[in-house]
């Protein structure tokens, strides 16, 4: 992964959907996503959609290092036609997870719609993130998770930028970031 990336991304994860999401985290993210994933899906598809967050949210706390010098908060609404998401993300040290999303069928492609805010909350503990996601309204549940994610790539992206005036230091009143 590079954060400072141009959004060119090969994922294979053996969800089809799944790739299509991650697609446009790294896409409209702008950072440069290599994955490869190879799970139990003969069993379920939840350990590899599992997995894949909890890589990525590493991947993701060590880019970031000890995030001296970083903007740390971002967020994005991003609609898809009748659909309309809100990402908000803090790299606080702090790991949390707000996932509200009303979804109108139980799978998308192959993986049960429950899976998606697990998927988010998997992340923000590996990424030691808060992440608060909100998908408004939208009739189709494809556009509805596509918005998602695609507020999750800007939202990364505002937070993961370096702030040339904080030149180095902890993004923090306290000096310190976990705390």
Known sequence: MNLDGRGQHRIQ???GFLDHMLAQVAYHGLFDLDIEAQGDLHIDVHHTLEDV???????FDRALGERAGL????FFYAPLDESLARVVVDFSGRPYAVVQVRWHAPLLGNIPTSL???FLESFAQRARCA???RVFYGRDDHHQAEALFKALGRALCAA???EPRRQGEIP???GALDV
Do not use: Q
């Open 131 to 133: 992440l608060h996601a």
């Open 53 to 59: 967050a909890l890589t990525l949210g590493d991947a």
């Open 71 to 74: 903007t740390r908060m971002g």
């Open 13 to 15: 994860t053996g969800l």
């Open 160 to 162: 993961t930028r370096l």
């Open 116 to 118: 998606f805010a697990h």
């Open 172 to 174: 923090s009143t306290k």
